[in-house]
C-alpha cells in the first residue's frame, strides 16, 4: 500500500532538524533523521497521512554513527595510499560496499526502521559516492552498491526504497529495485554542464517510463538563491515531470 500511495505523492520535504511532527504533518512524504524521532512521532506523522522514509549511510560514516563506527574495523574502510578516504567537510569516511560487515550492520539498521520502528521506506543517502572521480575499484564498488539495493528489495518487499544520486552509473543498474531517484542540486545554470545536464535527465527519463521510478530533485541552500535561479530550477524539474523541494541549508528547517 505504501508504495502504490508513494507514487501518487505531489508534496514532499527532506529535513534532517529536530522533531517537528506538525509541520511534517504538512506533507505527503517526508525523509526523516531517524534518531530525532520516536516511534511516537513516526506513528503520528503516519496518523496524519504522511508518508515517512528514514536516512540512511550507505557509503560514509564518522564519529557521529556510534554504534556503527565502534563495530567496524579498519578493513571495513576504503584506503588510499594506505590512509582512510576521508570526506573532511562532513567528517565521515568511505566504507568499502564489499565488506560483509559493513553490510550486515547496514541490513540491521534498515531491518529495525522498517520493522520495527514503522518507516514506509529509505533513503539511501552517500550511496552515489560510488562514481566519486579516482575511486579505488570503482567498478567493484558499482556492482557492491547493485548488490546491496537488489537485496533491499528482496528482503523488504513492501517497502519503499529511494536513492540519493548515483546518476553515471549505478541508477541503470539500481533502477528496476527502485521507487524513487532524487538528484541532488542539478547545475541547471551552468553553462559547462548543459550537456551533462541534458545527458542525465535523458537518462533519468528514459528510466522512469521503463521502471516506473519517480525522479525528484533536491535543492540545498535555497535561501540564498537568487529569484531568477529559483524559477530557472523550478521550469527545469516541470518540464521533466520530476517532483521538487527546495531546502534551507544542510535540510535543518523547513521553508
Given at each position: 500500500?505504501?508504495?502504490?500511495?508513494?507514487?501518487?505523492?505531489?508534496?514532499?520535504?527532506?529535513?534532517?532538524?529536530?522533531?517537528?511532527?506538525?509541520?511534517?504533518?504538512?506533507?505527503?512524504?517526508?525523509?526523516?533523521?531517524?534518531?530525532?524521532?520516536?516511534?511516537?512521532?513516526?506513528?503520528?506523522?503516519?496518523?496524519?497521512?504522511?508518508?515517512?522514509?528514514?536516512?540512511?549511510?550507505?557509503?560514509?560514516?564518522?564519529?557521529?554513527?556510534?554504534?556503527?563506527?565502534?563495530?567496524?574495523?579498519?578493513?571495513?574502510?576504503?584506503?588510499?595510499?594506505?590512509?582512510?578516504?576521508?570526506?573532511?567537510?562532513?567528517?565521515?569516511?568511505?566504507?568499502?560496499?564489499?565488506?560483509?560487515?559493513?553490510?550486515?550492520?547496514?541490513?540491521?539498521?534498515?531491518?529495525?526502521?522498517?520493522?520495527?520502528?514503522?518507516?514506509?521506506?529509505i533513503f539511501l543517502d552517500t550511496i552515489g559516492d560510488v562514481e566519486d572521480y579516482g575511486l579505488p575499484d570503482s567498478v567493484s564498488q558499482i556492482e557492491a552498491a547493485s548488490d546491496i539495493v537488489a537485496g533491499l528489495r528482496r528482503w523488504f518487499p513492501d517497502a519503499i526504497i529511494m536513492q540519493?544520486?548515483?546518476?553515471?552509473?549505478?541508477?541503470?543498474?539500481?533502477?528496476?529495485?527502485?521507487?524513487?531517484?532524487?538528484?541532488?542540486?542539478?547545475?541547471?545554470?551552468?553553462?559547462?554542464?548543459?550537456?551533462?545536464?541534458?545527458?542525465?535527465?535523458?537518462?533519468?527519463?528514459?528510466?522512469?517510463?521503463?521502471?516506473?521510478?519517480?525522479?525528484?530533485?533536491?535543492?540545498?541552500?535555497?535561501?540564498?538563491?537568487?529569484?531568477?535561479?529559483?524559477?530557472?530550477?523550478?521550469?527545469?524539474?516541470?518540464?521533466?515531470?520530476?517532483?521538487?523541494?527546495?531546502?534551507?541549508?544542510?535540510?535543518?528547517?523547513?521553508?
Amino acid at each position: 500500500m505504501s508504495r502504490t500511495a508513494f507514487h501518487e505523492i505531489q508534496k514532499f520535504a527532506v529535513y534532517y532538524g529536530p522533531k517537528n511532527v506538525m509541520a511534517l504533518g504538512n506533507y505527503d512524504c517526508v525523509i526523516i533523521e531517524p534518531s530525532r524521532f520516536s516511534d511516537e512521532d513516526i506513528l503520528r506523522l503516519k496518523d496524519r497521512g504522511t508518508l515517512v522514509i528514514g536516512y540512511v549511510t550507505v557509503m560514509e560514516i564518522g564519529p557521529i554513527h556510534k554504534e556503527q563506527w565502534a563495530a567496524l574495523r579498519e578493513e571495513d574502510f576504503l584506503h588510499r595510499d594506505g590512509k582512510r578516504i576521508e570526506k573532511a567537510d562532513y567528517n565521515t569516511f568511505l566504507l568499502d560496499l564489499n565488506s560483509a560487515r559493513w553490510r550486515s550492520l547496514l541490513h540491521q539498521e534498515v531491518g529495525r526502521m522498517l520493522t520495527q520502528r514503522g518507516f514506509d521506506g529509505i533513503f539511501l543517502d552517500t550511496i552515489g559516492d560510488v562514481e566519486d572521480y579516482g575511486l579505488p575499484d570503482s567498478v567493484s564498488q558499482i556492482e557492491a552498491a547493485s548488490d546491496i539495493v537488489a537485496g533491499l528489495r528482496r528482503w523488504f518487499p513492501d517497502a519503499i526504497i529511494m536513492q540519493n544520486n548515483g546518476l553515471e552509473a549505478l541508477c541503470l543498474h539500481t533502477a528496476t529495485y527502485l521507487d524513487a531517484i532524487t538528484w541532488e542540486n542539478p547545475p541547471v545554470s551552468e553553462k559547462m554542464s548543459r550537456a551533462w545536464v541534458r545527458l542525465i535527465a535523458e537518462r533519468l527519463d528514459a528510466l522512469a517510463r521503463t521502471h516506473g521510478v519517480t525522479i525528484m530533485t533536491l535543492y540545498d541552500r535555497s535561501e540564498v538563491l537568487p529569484r531568477k535561479e529559483w524559477i530557472l530550477r523550478r521550469r527545469f524539474a516541470d518540464e521533466h515531470g520530476y517532483l521538487s523541494y527546495f531546502a534551507p541549508t544542510h535540510y535543518l528547517s523547513l521553508l
